[in-house]
């Protein structure tokens, strides 16, 4: 019964993954010049960025959703 | 029974969405001809070097396999740029500027060509970057290469060299 | 899962950052603490699909804080973080696993993350998932009558803590990116701090009020989502913005606003600019001052909890050099940033100004406010 409620749910997400299929990525690798810049980095300094998470996260109550992954050059 | 035919359907549709084209695409139409502005001054189209075996690379400055793989293009051409082969760098950035910069730092001797307005990026329909094409003697596009890593500059000599020995 | 493990017969690849060696002074002074210490950081790749980080962090603290001055002695205190990261990068997909350990003499916690990302889309799509949890174990240490502090033997309490998060970062524009992230964390076991007290109303006491333990859940769910964008300006230079909101079972709610600009200037000189803005409401059994002795089943007065709103004003400079005699070395930077921090209060009293007899009781003391200096100057060397 879980098994198929699984493969269901996965045959939706493959259906809409094939609906968003006819879309091109609308940024051409040739053109991330900008998103490649160093100063376009979310993170350009990890030592610094995860000290000041700690200061902020031991003087207040909230936490977690910090920090993300992607962009650049998009290379290979 | 249902179950099987769902899970064969679900890889099915997987396998058609996630058919992406492989590393070195074969092709075998005439590669489209186009006129650049050159390095140096003056322009450069690919038809005058019919019936030379042509690589035409697509880099950018900002792109980092790109600079690495420039320094191994640039052996490629030394040795074999007196056998019939040429190789075009086809920089893509907008500013010429950037790529006058690094090549002072890392100097090549291929002729450099300037596709600010990215009308041959497209023409050639780069999905990558870097990406490489590998064009024969009659003008035809043969294979297409995306990506660099560390040891594809050995399947670039198999291929320049297949090509080469082609009448 | 299966669908980004069913993605992985890699047609394409992508690229791991580059090496990097970060060598940070960092130092807080503000309410009565001064905090500072060392963070090393390296990051190292063996070939091209494989990547090492390294990071070895010390807090150390001299601390008179307002809470400490109320109930205990101001004390110093060393801690040591440690953590080691890998990834292995696999066509479009990077596996990454880790573990961060840190250390004082009364408190110990271990943590182990996994994370999956994947790019797609043309890359232009970045998907991840994590998984994290983490063992604490909190101790207490006890002043001795010669003024040193030993572990108390009698007291070894523990904490579970299991983290899971999804994030999103979509290109949206040849000069626009945007980050969204969702993260759950659940907490369960020892989660209060074995020193601190809430007050009460006393009336036998010359003050107005006394102390008794305070008592926390022993159990907390929280969940926080964010957005952030970032563009780039056509003349080079960078803005973004964020936002995040948390809500928890402990009846916390905060909401986290900042902005960011980051100018260059020439080859050399970056700077960067940035404004945060933060605010939250107390916990549900958090008080200043409850009015008896065990009002409720919790009871909290860490300010952590309180309801208030904290700014900072940061500014930053980076300044890149070139070092001929190491030729291995492609880019170094040394980097100043300074952060200006204001907490304001709105139900944390300054507990120490009660003064019944010259018209200030027990619960009328002016409202706690907080101000921090954060400085970091660091040296980052790109190889």
């Keep these: 019964m879980r098994t198929s409620r699984v493969r269901i749910a996965m045959s939706l997400l493959a259906l809409g993954v094939a609906a968003c299929g006819p879309i091109e990525p609308w940024v051409k690798p040739y053109e991330r010049e900008n998103l490649a810049d160093p100063i376009m980095a979310f993170d350009r300094n990890p030592v610094s960025t995860a000290y000041l998470d700690h200061v902020y996260e031991a003087r207040e109550g909230a936490r977690g959703a910090v920090g993300s992954a992607g962009g650049g050059c998009g290379c290979n | 029974m249902k179950h099987r035919t769902a899970g064969l359907a679900v890889r099915t549709l997987l396998t058609c969405l996630l058919a992406l084209p492989a590393l070195a695409a074969s092709t075998n139409g005439p590669a489209p001809d186009f006129k650049l502005a050159a390095r140096g001054g003056g322009e450069i189209s690919l038809s005058q070097y019919r019936g030379q075996v042509v690589m035409i690379n697509f880099w950018a400055t900002w792109c980092g396999p790109c600079r690495q793989e420039m320094p191994l293009l640039e052996s490629i051409y030394k040795k074999y740029g007196k056998m019939g082969f040429v190789l075009l760098g086809v920089n893509v950035e907008p500013d010429p500027s950037a790529a006058e910069e690094w090549l002072k730092q890392t100097p090549v001797s291929f002729p450099i060509l300037y596709d600010t307005d990215s009308k041959v990026s497209k023409l050639y329909k780069v999905t990558g970057m870097p990406s490489s094409v590998f064009i024969d003697r009659q003008g035809r596009l043969r294979v297409l290469h995306r990506g660099y890593k560390p040891g594809d500059e050995n399947e670039y000599l198999n291929q320049i060299r297949a090509l080469i020995r082609e009448k | 899962m299966a669908l980004i493990a069913a993605c992985g017969a890699p047609a394409y690849a992508g690229v791991l950052a580059d090496d990097r060696a970060d060598v940070l002074y960092h130092r807080y002074e503000g309410g009565g603490v001064t905090i500072d210490g060392p963070s090393i950081l390296v990051r190292k790749k063996f070939g091209e699909r494989f990547a090492a980080t390294a990071n070895y962090y010390v807090d150390m603290v001299s601390s008179a804080s307002i809470d400490v001055e109320l109930t205990a002695s101001p004390y110093e205190e060393e801690r040591t973080q440690r953590s080691l990261g890998f990834e292995f990068l696999n066509g479009k997909v990077t596996y990454s696993a880790g573990f961060i350990n840190s250390e004082e003499s009364d408190f110990k916690s271990n943590t182990a993350y996994f994370s999956i990302s994947q790019d797609m889309f043309g890359d232009l799509t970045t998907i991840s998932l994590t998984y994290k949890r983490g063992w604490d174990d909190v101790f207490r240490n006890v002043r001795q009558a010669d003024g040193s502090l030993t572990r108390d033997p009698g007291f070894a309490e ?111 000189w970056i700077f960067d600019g940035k404004l945060r803005y933060y605010r939250q409401n107390a916990a ?69 100004l009660t003064d019944p007899a010259n018209g200030v009781p027990a619960g009328s003391e002016p409202l706690y406010e907080l101000d921090a200096n954060v400085i970091q100057l660091f040296l980052s060397v790109w190889f």
Excluded: C
């Excluded at chain 3, 009336?203 to 969940?223: D, I, K, L, M, Q």
């Excluded at chain 3, 919790?298 to 004003?313: H, I």
């Design chain 3, 158 to 268: 523990s904490a579970d803590r299991r983290g899971y998060s999804v994030g999103l970062t979509q290109v949206l524009t040849r000069s626009l990116i945007m980050a969204v992230q969702y993260e759950v964390l659940t907490d369960e076991g020892f989660l209060n701090s074995p020193y601190r007290s809430v007050r009460y109303i006393d009336p036998e006491s010359a003050s107005g009020y006394s102390f008794e333990p305070e008592v926390y859940p022993h159990t907390r769910t929280s969940n926080a989502a964010s957005v952030r964008m970032k563009y780039f300006l056509p003349y080079r230079a960078a803005l973004e913005g964020q936002y995040r909101f948390f809500t928890d079972t402990w009846g916390i709610d905060a909401h986290t606003a900042e902005v960011a600009y980051t100018h260059p200037v020439g080859e050399r």
């Design chain 3, 284 to 352: 549900d059994f958090y008080r200043d001052l409850f009015p008896r002795r065990g009002f409720a089943n919790f009871l909290a007065r860490d300010k952590e909890l309180a309801t208030f709103t904290s700014y900072t004003v940061g500014v930053g400079a980076s300044y890149e050099f070139r070092v001929s005699r190491l030729p291995w070395v492609q880019k170094s930077t040394v980097n100043l940033r300074y952060d200006y921090l204001l907490i304001d209060y709105d139900d944390f009293r300054d507990a120490r």
